[in-house]
DNA sequence: CACTGGCACTCCTGGACAGGGAGTGCCAAA
DNA sequence: TTTGGCACTCCCTGTCCAGGAGTGCCAGTG
């Protein structure tokens, strides 16, 4: 393939991502000055289109580019664009500002969604990597306790524990000495074993309590797989004339269902700096229409992926360098929370 | 007014709700038997028009209800029609599965937008009403602690705390004591008097500390009103072929800001137990053209609130039954945990 | 051999226009 | 007070037509 070819291809890109109209070869060849005449871009366009980069709506309009042809694009022609020196700097300014974990996330999300104009996805730190720092117990009533585990990231679970008989304050804190000894520090991978134990280490008479504990402990904190996001920017699914070909309708449905919002994420085994998902790229068939551009994040090893949704026809290199900028800045304080 | 008169402003409301089409005079007289012509209704509705309850879209249209004609309709005509009693079992069931508070009111607002099939907005329990079950310290850093606050809703909330000095072990945990003696049992609203005197009921030593503890627990915790709300059924603002004349993107975006949300559940005072604003009784500006049903919730009084968006043209008996049995029962729930 | 200008052709788009239909307001009669 | 009838208004839909943008192809040129 030709090099002008390529920046024809380029051209196609740029412009219908910046005007969303088909672009024609006059266009190319006035504004993007490659030195030959309309006439001649139209045999390269002829062969992108054979080639299946670029599309015609139909007969007589101009050219907008596949799937394929962004693909080309992102891999070969797109130069990231780094954010500006200002948006760097708010993006500092706006999450140095957040209280806690759960905040950095909340801001995260709606400066993703600020920065790139589109829909943003931020999945909570997973709790799978992360290790127990604390393990607290309160009596709420003599036969029930609510019990709030703090992990290294911060994070905070918390968990209503009904127990067969009534403890009296001691009792609480030495189920408390018990876990804490037993857990504190430990992987929450590792966790499932320990707690198996638990039991097994109470004095005799908070037996029963232990292991309605431990039941808890593990149903719900250690194998709750399931994992919460936050989403913001939806109104920017109107922007651009509702870019979606169809309705809003199942976008949005898509958009509050947790399970999918986790596919959009991509598997968690998927280690890659950055990710750009291109049209029927994409798993979730609601979403065949959209690119989705996701990076994990996280201090050292992934604990989390970020990401944004937007249409095919998206500025790449300046999405691509908002989501990399922010999962990097986010991987630093945690990095700095450690 | 005619009894025969609202009658045909009933018919009207019924007929525009469901079919989403001007009614005219014929349908009126066809359907609904009332038992006159179809000349008689055009008088009645001559008449209706006149006193501002329906409204035409232009000449030679059917008529539709303006919002003065809803709210007639709601204070005078609309019956509530229960809920069937599957649906009541399945709002039981479901909501009797969650785990924790957050779970109660994340599943609330899902079941809200799916027996309404309308946007669903719930607040979280407000913190202003509640009072300090227990109060942790987690040091992370010798500089460094996390603070963890429950409450006797059963809501936990956690905050960083810088200490001027570093902190042994038994620092903290004279620290811990000390917070919990003041605050254990307070009520939050009297909590900021007992904050202020903290600090001089330390150790000399831990002074300085205290009252960094003191400051955070009072600007971020106890002065906290800004106040979470959790969204859901954004997709339904779809259904009805979008409904609202503009576009959806103000919606959409006054749905992110939790401020506007705060705004349209109503001012925390409003004690009463079922409000409806129609149309432009609605005091934020995007919503001009919505419908918005609220009920307050809580165990005895109320400690937040929960509502749905939807066009004036709603189904106000389904809507208002199912807001109002679903607050009953999350109350319930939040009088059983108390 | 690659590039260019010219030209016929296709197809979308927007405005104009007419016919059909739904619904109204008014009037005279029961 | 109610009713049937009738003229009138206005929306909606489909059709037609002209304008415009863009293409594909071809023959000519360096």
Redesign the pocket.
């Known amino acids: 393939m030709d090099d002008?070819k390529l920046e024809v291809l380029r051209a196609i890109v740029e412009d219908y991502v910046a005007t969303q109209?088909?672009?024609?070869?006059?266009?190319?060849?006035q504004r993007h000055a490659l030195?030959?005449?309309?006439?001649?871009?139209?045999?390269?366009?002829?062969y992108l289109?054979e080639a299946g980069y670029i599309q015609?709506?139909?007969?007589?309009?101009?050219?907008i580019p596949t799937a394929k042809g962004y693909r080309l694009f992102v891999d070969r022609l797109g130069k990231i664009k780094p954010l500006s020196a200002a948006e760097r700097r708010a993006v500092h300014r706006f999450l140095a500002e957040a209280i806690d974990l759960d905040d950095v996330v909340t801001r995260t999300v709606r400066l993703l969604a600020q920065l790139t104009h589109q829909v943003a996805v931020v999945q909570y730190p997973s709790l799978n990597r992360s290790s127990v720092r604390h393990l607290e117990l309160v009596s709420l009533t003599p036969t029930r306790l609510m019990l709030v585990m703090i992990t290294d990231t911060g994070r905070v679970e918390q968990r209503y524990v009904e127990v067969p008989s009534e403890l009296t304050e001691d009792d609480v804190l030495d189920l408390r000495r018990l876990v804490n000894e037993q857990l504190q520090g430990k992987a929450l991978a590792d966790a499932p074993r320990i707690i198996a134990g638990l039991a097994g280490l109470a004095r005799p008479e908070l037996r029963a309590t232990a292991s309605a504990l431990a039941r808890v402990l593990l149903d719900s904190v250690v194998a709750r797989t399931e994992e919460r996001v936050a989403v913001a920017g939806a109104a920017n699914l109107t922007r651009n004339g509702n870019f979606f070909a169809g309705s809003l309708r199942p976008i949005l449905e898509a958009l509050e269902e947790e399970v999918v919002l986790m596919q959009l994420l991509g598997r968690a085994d998927s280690n890659a700096l950055l990710t750009v998902r291109i049209g029927d790229e994409n798993e979730v068939a609601d979403f065949r229409e959209a690119t989705v551009v996701t990076a994990g994040y996280g201090p050292g090893s992934v604990v989390g992926h970020m990401g944004v949704l937007g249409p095919t026809r998206m500025d790449y290199p300046g999405t691509i360098a908002a989501v990399r900028a922010v999962a990097r800045y986010v991987s630093e304080i945690l990095e700095q929370n450690r």
């Open positions: 002008r109209e088909p672009v024609g070869s006059k266009a190319v060849s030195g030959v005449s309309a006439a001649t871009v139209r045999n390269d366009m002829a289109e015609q709506p139909h007969t007589s309009a101009g050219r």
